[in-house]
């Protein structure tokens, strides 16, 4: 063996010196599921426990393993047993705090995994270190159940940094809500009256459904679901339904959507089928005291006066008949410009008599 590669082997095995707080390169040279032995080329070997590896809970076996090189920050240079305390996780704080500081100056988009959820908001980790996000800061919308988020990997931008008191603070609505005004732009730039868009049903109230058209919600109006009566909505959609329409109205960010397509009126061939003299069946729909309103098909309805019920004296309609009950009667009046038809029980009386006496005869 040579001089100069006796002397190099020397210096190889000369330990070095360290200091509390140092960052030094350093190989594995043992793992078990909770700590890893370095060599950091110091008189003692240095132990990573797991809670010094990472934040998360981890098997350390799945990590690394041995000849790995590793770069751990020094802790304790004798933790009374003679080893070196080291961690890994300190390492990646400090250049995450270098990376969340130029997201911060530059306000970038930061991502991070959530890993808790706490009362007031929810605790996301980027690369060890921890950032806060009030609830308030969560979404665009009240969030009644922040553990959801946990275990996902979401997208942010900090309104504070100051590492010194710990004071990392994330604002995810802030991205949410640019996204949502990026989006409405593009649809109303897209968009008229007229035009048939499909959305999905995003809430249900008693007047109405409103309808996620992908950048903007649009009021689909009870009045406007259909060409008949409709008595309650949400017997008709639920949420997560998808829904075609067209636009009926724009004003401004509001867009008012209607079914009640044209080509569907039922009126379009109403003044053939309910022609005057017709003999036609429908349903008591709803009564008053001068008479009952019968619907022939929905988006029609036709009127039988209290006078035309019957050839007996009828004080009101509902001492002959109820809500839902089925009523065959003759149409006495078309009158298509007022969308109004007029029915008479009574004219199908007549004609029946006239008929009994003409057989008689």
Same mark, same amino acid.
């Given at each position: 063996?040579?001089?100069?590669?006796?002397?190099?082997?020397?210096?190889?095995?000369?330990?070095?010196?360290?200091?509390?707080?140092?960052?030094?390169?350093?190989?594995?040279?043992?793992?078990?599921?909770?700590?890893?032995?370095?060599?950091?080329?110091?008189?003692?070997?240095?132990?990573?426990?797991?809670?010094?590896?990472?934040?998360?809970?981890?098997?350390?076996?799945?990590?690394?393993?041995?000849?790995?090189?590793?770069?751990?920050?020094?802790?304790?240079?004798?933790?009374?047993?003679?080893?070196?305390?080291?961690?890994?996780?300190?390492?990646?704080?400090?250049?995450?705090?270098?990376?969340?500081?130029?997201?911060?100056?530059?306000?970038?988009?930061?991502?991070?995994?959530?890993?808790?959820?706490?009362?007031?908001?929810?605790?996301?980790?980027?690369?060890?270190?921890?950032?806060?996000?009030?609830?308030?800061?969560?979404?665009?919308?009240?969030?009644?159940?922040?553990?959801?988020?946990?275990?996902?990997?979401?997208?942010?931008?900090?309104?504070?940094?100051?590492?010194?008191?710990?004071?990392?603070?994330?604002?995810?609505?802030?991205?949410?809500?640019?996204?949502?005004?990026?989006?409405?732009?593009?649809?109303?730039?897209?968009?008229?009256?007229?035009?048939?868009?499909?959305?999905?049903?995003?809430?249900?109230?008693?007047?109405?459904?409103?309808?996620?058209?992908?950048?903007?919600?649009?009021?689909?109006?009870?009045?406007?679901?259909?060409?008949?009566?409709?008595?309650?909505?949400?017997?008709?959609?639920?949420?997560?339904? =998808?829904? #075609?329409?067209?636009?009926?109205?724009?004003?401004?960010? +509001? $867009?008012? %959507? @209607?079914? *009640?397509?044209?080509?569907? /009126?039922?009126?379009?061939?109403?003044?053939?089928?309910?022609?005057?003299?017709?003999?036609?069946?429908?349903?008591?729909?709803?009564?008053?005291?001068?008479?009952?309103?019968?619907?022939?098909?929905?988006?029609?309805?036709?009127?039988?006066?209290?006078?035309?019920?019957?050839?007996?004296?009828?004080?009101?309609?509902?001492?002959?008949?109820?809500?839902?009950?089925?009523? =065959?009667? #003759?149409?006495?009046?078309?009158?298509?410009?007022?969308? +109004? $038809?007029? %029915? @008479?029980? *009574?004219?199908?009386?007549? /004609?029946?008599?006239?008929?009994?006496?003409?057989?008689?005869?």
């Amino acid at each position: 063996m040579s001089e100069m590669s006796f002397e190099q082997m020397l210096q190889d095995e000369t330990p070095v010196s360290i200091r509390t707080g140092q960052i030094v390169e350093g190989k594995v040279i043992g793992v078990k599921p909770d700590e890893i032995v370095v060599d950091i080329h110091y008189k003692s070997d240095g132990i990573v426990t797991a809670s010094e590896y990472s934040n998360t809970p981890v098997d350390l076996t799945t990590a690394v393993k041995v000849g790995d090189p590793i770069t751990v920050k020094v802790l304790k240079t004798n933790d009374g047993e003679g080893q070196v305390v080291l961690s890994v996780k300190r390492v990646m704080a400090e250049k995450a705090y270098e990376e969340l500081e130029a997201a911060f100056n530059a306000g970038s988009v930061v991502k991070g995994k959530v890993t808790q959820a706490l009362t007031g908001g929810l605790s996301v980790t980027v690369n060890e270190c921890r950032v806060f996000i009030p609830a308030s800061l969560v979404s665009d919308t009240f969030e009644k159940n922040l553990e959801k988020y946990v275990g996902q990997e979401i997208e942010f931008v900090l309104t504070e940094f100051n590492p010194h008191k710990r004071r990392v603070i994330g604002n995810r609505k802030q991205l949410l809500v640019a996204s949502k005004k990026e989006a409405a732009k593009a649809l109303f730039d897209k968009i008229a009256v007229g035009d048939t868009v499909e959305g999905t049903v995003k809430n249900v109230t008693d007047f109405g459904a409103f309808i996620d058209l992908g950048g903007a919600d649009g009021l689909l109006h009870i009045s406007e679901m259909s060409w008949g009566r409709v008595e309650n909505p949400k017997k008709i959609f639920k949420v997560g339904d =998808t829904v #075609k329409c067209f636009i009926k109205e724009i004003n401004g960010e +509001k $867009i008012a %959507l @209607s079914l *009640k397509f044209d080509d569907q /009126n039922p009126w379009l061939s109403a003044e053939e089928k309910y022609a005057i003299g017709n003999v036609v069946t429908g349903r008591v729909a709803r009564m008053t005291d001068f008479g009952a309103f019968v619907v022939l098909e929905p988006g029609i309805d036709a009127l039988l006066h209290v006078s035309q019920i019957s050839n007996e004296h009828v004080e009101k309609p509902a001492d002959v008949y109820k809500v839902g009950d089925e009523v =065959t009667a #003759k149409v006495v009046d078309f009158k298509a410009a007022d969308k +109004k $038809i007029s %029915l @008479s029980v *009574k004219a199908l009386l007549s /004609n029946d008599k006239e008929e009994e006496v003409t057989d008689a005869e």
